[in-house]
């Protein structure tokens, strides 16, 4: 099964931007949509945009205009660019396929805070 390893978070500031990137240690051709999904502690994950193997995507309302997703099929890649962060914003993000299978990878840590 497709794993996945996510990097690119850190502790930025409100309006501060971040490029989370996730690596997929297979092809991704097959997997028709992609998705970034965030946890913070004490709510349930969700669903944070998604993207299809042709480049159609969808945004959860509150990121919508500040947050697009991207997938590089023949890298194996997928990214979310996050602009005009917030401190709501601040949570665990993952990456997986939508609906999301138990390869669930560590995350990556983004902490939006003044």
């Known amino acids: 099964q497709v794993q996945f390893v996510e990097s690119g978070g850190a502790l930025v500031q409100p309006g501060g931007s971040l490029r989370l990137s996730c690596a997929a240690s297979?092809?991704?051709?097959?997997?028709?949509?992609m998705g970034w999904y965030r946890q913070s502690p004490g709510k349930q994950r969700e669903l944070v945009a998604r993207?299809?193997?042709?480049?159609?995507?969808n945004y959860l309302d509150s990121v919508k205009g500040r947050f697009t997703i991207s997938r590089d099929n023949a890298k194996n890649t997928v990214y979310l660019q996050m602009n005009s962060l917030k401190p709501e914003d601040t949570a665990a993000y993952y990456c997986n396929s939508f609906p999301g299978t138990s390869a669930w990878g560590q995350g990556t840590q983004v902490t939006v805070s003044s």
């Open positions: 993207v299809t193997v042709g480049g159609s995507t």
């Open positions: 297979g092809s991704i051709w097959s997997i028709y949509i």
